[in-house]
Antibody, heavy 121, light 106 residues
Framework: EVELLESGGGLVQPGGSLRLSCAAS????????MSWVRQAPGKGLEWVAS????????YYADSMKGRFTISRDNSNNILYLYMSSLRADDTATYYC??????????????WGQGALVTVSS | DTQMTQSPSTLSASIGDRVTITCRAS??????LAWYQQKPGKAPRLLIY???SLESGVPSRFSGSGSGTEFTLTISSLQPDDFATYYC????????FGQGTKVEIK
């Protein structure tokens, strides 16, 4: 059974940084691209970043470029999202999601339960 | 960037109703479109991919159609478990979600 378990969320001050982790199990992690999607309270879904099976292929939404970094550890089946220069409008639940293929643009067939990040002083 | 626009934003329907949600892309995305269902406090669930392909385990009352810039999600006979918010997503050029359609009980 595929499982994605996010951790690392919490309260952070504006301008601060935070690293989210997503532990994957139940599938061959190194064979699939992975993504982060966020959802602000009461709002819709927003794609954040994606990484191919090979870590050299990374993609970011424009508003996250230069502030967020997606990475992966294929030896330990973990996906990361490092977030810096955080702003109040980054407050959201961050979901880890598995893509259906190894690279390129594909839909997300499995999602984690989400990690809440609150940016506030 | 490809923008996705869903309509309506909210839909009130009764059990057994046929429900249709529309999604329009700002430019052609061929059939690179997915639909997701999300219930309050839960992660989204993939329903449809490549515009009309049903994800494994999804009930057959869900169907998708369209290509280019206009797409629809249809629920043939609305069931109690279907009251949720539905999102379209293009994956032709990066990934973009529609703003969502909430299906409420009439």
């Amino acid at each position: 059974e595929v499982e994605l378990l996010e951790s690392g969320g919490g309260l952070v001050q504006p301008g601060g940084s935070l690293r989210l982790s997503c532990a994957a199990s139940g599938f061959t992690f190194s064979n699939y691209a992975m993504s982060w999607v966020r959802q602000a309270p009461g709002k819709g879904l927003e794609w954040v970043a994606s990484i191919g099976d090979r870590p050299i292929n990374t993609y970011y939404a424009d508003s996250m470029k230069g502030r967020f970094t997606i990475s992966r550890d294929n030896s330990n089946n973990i996906l990361y999202l490092y977030m810096s220069s955080l702003r109040a409008d980054d407050t959201a639940t961050y979901y880890c999601a598995k893509e259906t293929e190894s690279s390129g643009y594909y839909p997300f067939d499995y999602w984690g339960q989400g990690a809440l990040v609150t940016v506030s002083s | 960037d490809t923008q996705m626009t869903q309509s309506p934003s909210t839909l009130s329907a009764s059990i057994g109703d046929r429900v249709t949600i529309t999604c329009r892309a700002s430019q052609s995305i061929s059939t690179w479109l997915a639909w997701y269902q999300q219930k309050p406090g839960k992660a989204p669930r993939l329903l449809i991919y490549k515009a009309s392909s049903l994800e494994s385990g999804v009930p057959s009352r869900f169907s998708g159609s369209g290509s280019g810039t206009e797409f629809t999600l249809t629920i043939s006979s609305l069931q109690p478990d279907d009251f949720a918010t539905y999102y379209c997503q293009q994956y032709n050029d990066y990934w973009t979600f529609g703003q969502g359609t909430k299906v409420e009980i009439k």
